[in-house]
């Protein structure tokens, strides 16, 4: 029975722990670089595999701009769920765009020995199709 308390007591803790140390603030982080145009700090937070893909924050940061516009000139940042899927991290995250419209994205995030770092973005819903 004291097994199942400390359990669900280090459960419950552990919530609040991963929000204020987990992936979230270099996220946050990622953003707020994009805003400034600072596309060494923007790439530093990715993992180690996406600037080895990439090489430079130029080509990065040009990346994003082509294929992810709504991060590379972000408007409000949500933070969503965090989820483990099939052996991932996923941060589920609300981006509104400068016409002020939501898009959902789904970052792939790792814990390296540097500290959480962005492995990968999906995209995955628009706003809303007015009928």
Known sequence: ??????SVITALMAGPLLAQSGPGPV????????RADDLPRAFSHASPMIQGYFRTP????????????????????TLQDLREEAGRLIQRVTVFDANGLPHL???EVIE????????GVRYVAGPPMAV
């Open 1 to 6: 029975m004291r097994a199942i308390i400390f």
């Open 58 to 77: 130029e080509i990065f940061g040009d990346m994003v701009a082509r294929g992810y516009p709504q991060i590379r000139n972000p408007g409000e940042v």
């Open 105 to 107: 994205f789904d970052y």
């Open 112 to 119: 390296t020995e540097n500290g959480w770092k962005i492995n």
């Open 27 to 34: 996220i946050r982080q990622q953003f707020d670089a994009f």
